[in-house]
């Protein structure tokens, strides 16, 4: 499993092994200026890590809260670790494993908060709301939406995308502003996934994905499965542009870009 599957499980303690960064030996080079900038890492939702992990099963320390943990954890440069809670809670613990803020949202925090390159933490929320956060812990602006938001959101330099079980897909400004959204025909609970020449590739929950064009205009659509969600199965892109997804029936599915 890779390293954003550590808080699904729904327990109460986060556990992370090793997580000061200078003791990482890097295994090859990448471009993401954050660790572990969002869902599955990166903009591709590899999951694949350019540092070596922990080489035995010592507990380096452990970090406790008095409810369940359904959100992945998040890295940031400097080594601040980023997760949410069901208690509407968004954590920030130093690398040390010591607390160094809380946020409070509205309600439960299910998503994955997401880092950009400027240190700004993305989260939902149940309450229907995208938050931006500094790293400061203060809140810089809100997005409401019609929905709640259970989709971890992607970032880019210049974009935020997330979807909302209201059954859009919303692309907004790293300033909060609205660029343009798409409706499906069901809930939106997985994250987009992005390739490199910008098509989002975008599931809802009826088992149906989507491969979008930059500015939102559908390129294609095809019929995977009957559900899909964000903590089983979000698209992951390989080396080649080839879609990776696991459905409801049990099946992993590899789809050619075109």
């Known amino acids: 499993m890779q390293v954003s599957s550590l808080a699904r499980f729904g327990t109460s303690i986060l556990f992370i092994i090793i997580i000061i960064l200078p003791h990482f030996k890097p295994t090859r080079a990448e471009g993401n200026k954050v660790p572990w900038q969002m ?8 999951g694949q890590s350019s540092y070596k992990g922990a080489q035995t099963n010592a507990l380096k320390w452990s970090f406790k809260i008095d409810t369940h943990i359904t959100s992945s954890p998040s890295i940031a ?3 601040t670790i980023y997760f949410g809670s069901i208690d509407g809670r968004l954590y920030a613990v130093n690398p040390d494993g010591t607390s160094k803020w809380t946020f409070q949202a509205g309600n439960e925090i299910t998503a994955s908060p997401a880092i950009g390159n400027d240190g700004t933490i993305y ?3 149940r309450d229907k709301k995208m938050y931006a956060i500094t790293p400061e812990g203060k809140i810089k602006w809100t997005y409401p939406v019609e929905g709640i938001i259970l989709s971890s959101a992607a970032v880019t330099d210049e974009s935020i995308y997330f979807g909302s079980d209201d059954n859009n897909l919303y692309v907004l400004t790293t300033d909060g502003k609205l660029k343009w959204k798409y ?4 809930n939106i609970t997985a994250s987009a996934a992005l390739w490199t020449d910008g098509t989002i590739y975008l599931f809802e929950i009826s088992g149906t994905l989507h491969a979008l064009s930059p500015d939102g205009v559908e390129k294609w659509m095809k019929r995977v499965g009957t559900g899909v969600y964000d903590s089983y199965s979000s698209p992951s892109l390989g080396q080649d542009g080839t879609i990776y997804i696991g459905t409801d029936s049990g099946r992993l599915v590899a ?3 075109d």
Do not use: C, L, V
């Open 39 to 46: 869902f599955r890492r990166d903009i591709r939702h590899t």
């Open 183 to 186: 409706t499906a025909k069901s």
């Open 77 to 79: 440069s400097d080594g």
């Open 255 to 257: 789809i050619k870009p």
């Open 123 to 125: 989260i939902g929320s």
